[in-house]
């Protein structure tokens, strides 16, 4: 069974402040009404914060994966649209985390982004 490519994260915005929020909801919470609309959220971001999980956590949604736990990093996303979103993120090393553009790779059960390769320049 093949991986299919990520969804686009489900936003809202709200029609009367433009408050954008995720998970998207019909609450805005600044104007405190129903006035808010789903939107789509961009798939591509920069790491805003981070810390590495050196160890399993204990509950749900975690699942260990079959070879064992192995560290892995957590932290926030910023999006275009001026929110953070927390996430699962997928590196190399940890060292490449601070302000790296991601893009998303996975919405289930919760937002994952990898860090996008840079590109070298022509030598």
């Given at each position: 069974?093949g991986e ?34 789903a939107i ?84």
């Amino acid at each position: 069974m093949g991986e299919q490519a990520p969804s686009a994260l489900a936003g809202s915005r709200c029609t009367v402040c433009d408050t954008v929020a995720y998970p998207a909801t019909t609450m805005c919470a600044r104007c405190v009404r129903p006035t808010a609309i789903a939107i789509e959220l961009s798939t591509q971001g920069v790491v805003w914060a981070y810390t590495v999980q050196r160890f399993a956590p204990k509950s749900p949604p975690y699942v260990p994966p079959a070879e064992g736990f192995s560290p892995f990093a957590v932290g926030y996303v910023e999006l275009p649209e001026g929110i953070r979103i927390q996430a699962i993120l997928e590196c190399d090393d940890f060292t490449e985390l601070e302000r790296a553009p991601v893009q998303l790779v996975g919405t289930a059960p919760v937002p994952r982004f990898a860090v996008v390769p840079q590109q070298r320049e022509a030598q």
